[in-house]
């Protein structure tokens, strides 16, 4: 069975530039949740999405979006991209909507924002 | 609101000697616990979680915490080393009756020595 599954794994981006993150859950998951986690510190909290709902907002700019699909699947966007958006994104799926049930991790896209 | 203190950033053992990683938390609730480990390029696992029942939790790989609600620590322990172990670990919290975003602590890197 496949586990989370996130895309691009790495990526270079300019600063000003807007990038797309995509995240598919595992087979089932309803929930989907993104993390920021910048190098040498714990993942932050972004978004929760459950049954195509934003259930929860980290304090993040606006300049962070995301959406879930039918399939569940979801995309994280982050406009204007800044020196400081360089960070390992993570996307979670969990199978209910409560956050402090069990999260499965995919491996992350590192962004490189230079 | 809720927080999470990982007391080290560091910490280094010999190969078959006890593992305590610390963890204290603030929550104005009932919190659910988590620990999860991050191996090198690989996503984030769970290893156990405390949810109000038992206050000591066991989890995978030998690993168990207790939950300690006078002294609000919830720390990782193990009675005996693996190199495998080497690995960044992560305390989480949530509040359950709230369903707040869940927060990680800023990790311990475990260094295991031969």
């Known amino acids: 069975d496949a586990g989370v599954t996130q895309s691009p794994t790495h990526l270079i981006k300019t600063r000003g530039q807007h990038v797309t993150l995509r995240c598919s859950p595992i087979?089932?998951?309803?929930?989907v949740s993104w993390y920021q986690q910048v190098l040498g510190q714990g993942p932050q909290f972004i978004f929760q999405y459950y049954e195509k709902e934003e259930r929860g907002r980290g304090n993040f700019p606006d300049r962070f979006s995301a959406r879930q699909f039918p399939n569940y699947s979801s995309e994280l966007n982050v406009n204007a991209l800044l020196l400081g958006d360089s960070a390992l994104y993570l996307c979670a799926s969990s199978f209910l909507s409560r956050m402090n049930t069990e999260a499965f991790f995919g491996q992350g896209t590192r962004l490189t924002v230079v | 609101a809720q927080s999470v203190t990982q007391l080290d950033s560091h910490v280094s053992v010999s190969e078959g000697t006890p593992v305590l990683l610390r963890c204290n938390y603030s929550s104005s609730y009932s919190p659910s616990l988590f620990w999860y480990v991050q191996h090198p390029n690989k996503g984030l696992q769970l290893l156990l979680k405390y949810t109000s029942a038992a206050t000591l939790v066991k989890g995978i790989n030998g690993f168990e915490a207790e939950f300690k609600k006078s002294e609000t620590s919830f720390h990782l322990t193990k009675p005996s080393a693996h190199m495998s172990d080497a690995a960044e670990y992560f305390c989480v919290v949530s509040d359950v009756e709230r369903d707040d975003k869940i927060i990680f602590g800023k990790g311990t890197r475990l260094h295991i020595l031969p």
């Open positions: 087979s089932g998951h309803k929930s």
